[in-house]
């Protein structure tokens, strides 16, 4: 069965904190992506890496950077966390999508991360 | 820029009737996909349908069906006897073919709450 797992369910820091999200997913899937869901914003895209070491920007990387060392880890980092980054962060992974591919993206449980 | 938007921030139903939730998307990619997403209270998502711009028919998975007017840029979903479990958050996203073709870009939502 698909599986992505993320180390927290809940998470409560304090402002200025280095803060790690961790994601793991086992379908050995090339792509994998962090999201931030806020009420009323939908899922906005952080960064996502479609290889090993390769990341890319998505639409509000700022605050925050990203690491991928194995295939089947993904990291988020905040470097020194502010309140306005208190969010539910979803992790997603997918195969590498064929152009016209019909592939999903599977998702994790989220980490709700309340920075004080 | 791709966008997707979602209109209804809430929506209730009772147990046993259909329900639409809509979904207008822009882009100017003539190929893309379009995907629904249920989202419970435990906050996974859960991928429900997919549509691709060269579908001739709409798409339909068991109590699910997408009324998809390409002309519109509408993907409304429809679901069928609603159930008790069907209440959750509901997303419409997109993924554009010929342009970053990797990314998903979400609406903002609709909450459906089914009543007994």
């Known amino acids: 069965d698909v599986k992505v797992t993320q180390s927290s369910r809940y998470l409560v820091k304090r402002t200025g904190e280095k803060v790690f999200l961790e994601c793991v997913q086992d379908m050995d899937h090339e792509n994998m992506f962090w999201y931030r869901q806020d009420p009323g914003l939908g899922l906005r895209l952080i960064y996502f890496?479609?290889?090993?070491?390769?990341?890319e920007k998505g639409d509000i990387p700022e605050g925050y950077s990203v690491s991928r060392e194995k295939k089947e880890r993904f990291s988020l980092i905040l470097e020194s966390a502010s309140t306005n980054q208190t969010s539910m962060y979803l992790c997603a992974s997918s195969r590498r999508t064929a152009q016209f591919s019909t592939d999903t993206q599977y998702f994790g449980p989220g980490t709700r991360l309340t920075v004080l | 820029a791709q966008k997707i938007t979602q209109t209804q921030p809430g929506m209730f139903v009772q147990e046993k009737e259909a329900v639409t939730l809509d979904c207008t998307y822009d882009t100017s990619d003539p190929s893309y996909g379009l995907f629904w997403y249920k989202q419970p209270s435990s906050g996974e998502m859960i991928f429900l349908i997919y549509?691709?711009?060269?579908?001739?028919q709409n798409a339909t998975e068991g109590r699910y069906s997408l009324n998809f007017q390409k002309a519109r840029k509408s993907a409304n979903l429809v679901i069928s006897a609603s159930q008790l479990g069907d209440s959750a958050m509901y997303f419409c996203?997109?993924?554009?073919?010929?342009?970053?073709?990797?990314?998903?870009?979400f609406g903002t939502g609709t909450r459906l709450l089914v009543s007994p």
């Open positions: 549509q691709g711009s060269y579908d001739q």
């Open positions: 890496s479609y290889d090993v070491k390769m990341k």
């Open positions: 996203a997109m993924r554009e073919l010929n342009t970053g073709f990797q990314k998903l870009v």
